[in-house]
């Protein structure tokens, strides 16, 4: 049996929410509590804004990475951006296993251990580990056929 596809958007839903590439400004500071004016100067540093005739929208994901070490303050509006965490919450903003982290932040050289000997805190700077990631970083691969009117070679955003 073939299934056949809607043509309506609704059959792409399945009752989840749809994750929004680009989202307005107003959105955005909403999201993170910020004023309109802050919103699209961030965006602006982060290459993430989009002005377009009558609409300004920015790229959720490039504004998401650039704010990632964004942490709210609970119970307040205040923003702090931190250059520290711990590694249970630095592995969930890498999408890494915990120890693969630990293995890979000792590599970095990002490891700080507070109290020493058993028991202490141990955090993981950051910038640091950012850096560190970039060696990792795949060179982009041309396409075997260009996309809808690109020249072979051509990349698009």
């Known amino acids: 049996m073939v299934t056949q596809l809607q043509p309506d958007v609704r059959a792409y839903l399945h009752g989840a929410e749809v994750k929004k590439r680009y989202i307005r400004v107003d ?4 999201e993170y509590g910020f004023s309109i004016e802050e919103t699209e100067y961030i965006a602006k540093a982060a290459s993430a804004l989009y002005k377009l005739t009558r609409i ?4 959720k994901e490039r504004f998401d990475e650039f704010m990632r070490h964004v942490y709210k303050v609970p119970g307040t509006n ?15 903003i890498y999408s890494i296993g915990r120890h693969r982290f630990i ?3 000792r590599a970095a050289g990002a490891t700080y251990k507070i109290n020493g ?4 805190t141990v955090l993981i700077n950051l910038e640091i580990f950012d850096e560190y990631m970039e060696q990792f970083r795949q060179p982009a691969t041309p396409l075997k056929e260009p ?9 698009s955003e």
Do not use: Y
């Open 103 to 105: 293995e890979l932040a």
């Open 117 to 120: 000997g058993t028991g202490g």
């Open 27 to 30: 959105e955005v500071a909403n």
């Open 147 to 155: 996309l809808f009117g690109q020249k072979a070679g051509e990349v």
């Open 56 to 59: 300004h929208l920015v790229k």
């Open 78 to 92: 205040k923003q702090v951006i931190k250059k520290f965490a711990r590694i249970g919450e630095a592995s969930i």
